[in-house]
């Protein structure tokens, strides 16, 4: 566990020290629909998917994603101290569990801690079009049990794209950054890419490299780019049909994936301009953005790096469902999602990616090993705080950690985000250092019980058996 980022500046409550409340105050996700249903049933889920699975149960690394979100941004398991040079002004920083499946928390740092870095350190400025890339259900089961299978898929799809590019100039080179989503709308398997592609061709001449444009691609290129992909990867995934046993994943994966055919999910999506559907494989290219729009890039990314669930989506019913609901309507009107605390866990225990898998892949010029990268990617601005560009000239600058390369500080993240910045004391002003990183259970106990905090996380029921019914003759 480490301190926590984006998602954990909020769980300060001003009731330290013997202070008043103040504006900080913490997170608090257990009080979330979404905590509560997974303390409240996540062991009864885990027997039932033992039981459904003759005792073999759900892998490992499925049950650990839930344990440790039920940790997170809980001050009972560890939390960071922060501090005021100036007035001792005191508040804490519960850790948190960087899940990338279920935690919504986590989710959004992540999510706007990559956004933020691709576009500060890797995309340079020209102009950006998104392809994204769906596929048949039997192609998703394949791709969502078999990660290296997925990557060559992958590879074939940007092989394709480069080529259309590639027209323009023959000796010209091609980028993208592609975020591979394992969900969709409506919590359902449905693995798709995202691809971030330089809208051109980067050349090299005598006076160095530089970015020839594209024309916007016509329906019929969209379609010809689909058509190729389409035929290569049913030439890939076809022979791939499993001989292995199905285990108790691979189940669940096809149930997830197949859970939206009766609602109208199956019919063939309108046609939108740029866009191409064979057989199931549909491509669309619409979206397109600016050369100095980086703050539209950066939303676009974000989308790309979001988590599959929204707290604000998520309520519960009188009778102990869970309500779950959609941005768009489904084909058929529907626009809410109804399942029992254990059919929704199940859903959600589907979404996790596998382990040691990562989910944004660089191609082209943005790989590490390209020849040409260093020449492509900008140089990472120096970060500044809001509160320094106030400050006396002849004041020296405050002590801060070295950035970590590819990660950004949370109250810098912050900042860049809320337009807050975290570290400056909110009663005088100075400026806040993390004092402490307080992990043994007895300082922990300790520092709660004299702050009048609850020193223990909240309870995790029990397995429950399912209810019983008695029926009369």
Known sequence: MAPAGLTEVRAAPAVQCGRAAGVRRRREPERTVLHEVVRGHLQTFLAEARERSEGAGLPRFVEREFERYLDCGILAHGFA???????????????SCKNRGVCPSCSARRMHDTAAHLVDAVFPRVSVRQWVLSLPRWARWLLARDAPLASRALAIALRAIFAHYRRLERKGRCGAVTFIQRFGESLNLNLHFHCAVPDGVFVRDETGVRFVPA???????????????????????????????????????????????????????????????????????????????????????????????????????????????????LPDGRCELFFTPTEFLRKLSMLIPPPRRHLVRFHGLF?????????????????????AEHEPPGRPEPDRPPRAPGRIPWAELFRRVFRIDVLQCERCGGEMKVL????????????????????????????????????VA
């Open 215 to 329: 024309r916007p691609p016509t329906d019929e290129e969209v379609h010809k780019v689909l058509l190729r992909i389409a035929r290569k990867l049913r030439g890939l995934l076809l022979p791939k049909q499993p001989e292995d046993p199905i285990d108790a994943l691979d189940a669940g994966y096809a149930e997830s994936v197949q859970s939206m055919q009766m609602t109208g999910l199956a019919d063939p999506p309108r046609p939108r301009r740029c866009s191409a559907f064979i057989e199931g494989f549909s491509l669309h290219a619409g979206v397109h953005l600016h050369a100095n729009d980086r703050e539209g890039l950066e939303h676009l990314l974000a989308y790309g790096a979001r988590g599959p669930i929204s707290l604000e989506c998520l309520s519960t019913l009188l009778d102990g469902r869970i309500c779950y609901r959609l941005k768009r309507p």
């Open 367 to 387: 790989a590490p090993n390209s020849g040409w990268r260093k020449q492509i990617v900008p140089a990472c601005p120096t970060p500044v705080s809001p509160s």
């Open 436 to 471: 402490a990183l307080v992990t043994e259970q007895a300082a922990i106990k300790k520092i709660l019980e004299h702050l009048d905090l609850p020193s223990t996380g909240p309870p995790i029921a029990k397995a429950r058996r399912p209810p019983e019914f008695d029926f």
């Open 81 to 95: 101290r922060v501090r005021c040079g100036g007035c001792k002004h005191e508040f804490l920083v519960a850790f």
